[in-house]
């Protein structure tokens, strides 16, 4: 199985790129955090926040995922088309997956740039996926790398010219989509309400009010 034909089959429509929320009727948005802000002092960064954020997270993923479940780690590679000096060895896989023999069955595919329709002519989307289970990568230092985005913390993701690159969780036994976008927050979208419902009454409180409608209507929540 491919990533594109898994996608086309149960998520149609839905694209891998930021705000999968807002793509799918079935979904949560958690804010995580909660009202810790991320410094102490104007350049002193205050650890409580990530370690309940990375804490939040782990906890999600959990929930999410179970050990025998397959499930894609893809990866959105930003990048220049042509500009070869600004072009690096993708540096997400190689320093989380415990077998380096599976590093050979990561697939590629290229698509214009997402975002700004003025930079397609000059960028690009590469998108890495590797079909595995969880117990084949180090899950809590690859969900750290994810939340680590705007702040110098190890574990970080590496390699990109542009754009820190984005990673999705695609659970193909349970099709639920897990999205961590930065330490402020993360998404899930699944097929089938009742696969993600308990996690959001399990969490209601890393739901912000205004989000909570619009879950609630995509959840049937009664």
């Not at 898994?6 to 995580?32: C, K, M």
């Not at 989380?96 to 989307?125: C, G, H, W």
């Not at 639920?176 to 009454?201: N, Q, S, W």
């Amino acid at each position: 199985m491919n990533l594109k034909d898994y996608l086309n089959d149960r998520f149609p429509a839905v694209e891998l790129i930021p705000s999968v929320y807002y793509q799918w009727e079935i979904g949560i948005h958690f804010t995580l955090g909660g009202n810790i802000y991320q410094f102490i002092k104007k350049d002193e960064l205050n650890y409580d926040r990530f370690r309940l954020v990375y804490g939040q997270t782990l906890t999600i993923f959990n929930e999410l995922f179970e050990k025998d479940d397959d499930l894609f780690i893809v990866t959105n590679m930003y990048k220049h088309k042509t500009n070869e000096k600004h072009i690096r060895k993708l540096k997400v896989y190689k320093p989380f997956i415990k077998r380096k023999s599976d590093l050979n069955r990561i697939q590629v595919k290229t698509y214009p740039y997402p975002f700004e329709l003025d930079e397609a002519e000059t960028y690009e989307m590469q998108q890495f996926s590797l079909l595995c289970k969880r117990e084949d990568f180090r899950v809590q230092e690859l969900l750290k790398a994810a939340c680590n985005e705007d702040f110098p913390l190890n574990p970080k993701l590496g390699g990109y010219s542009i754009d820190y690159p984005d990673v999705f969780f695609v659970n193909i036994s349970k099709d639920i989509i897990f999205f961590i976008y930065d330490d402020r927050g993360c998404e899930v979208i699944a097929r089938e309400a009742d696969k993600i419902l308990p996690i959001y009454e399990k969490y209601y409180n890393w739901v912000e009010e205004v989000d909570r409608k619009r879950i609630e209507n995509g959840l049937r929540v009664r």
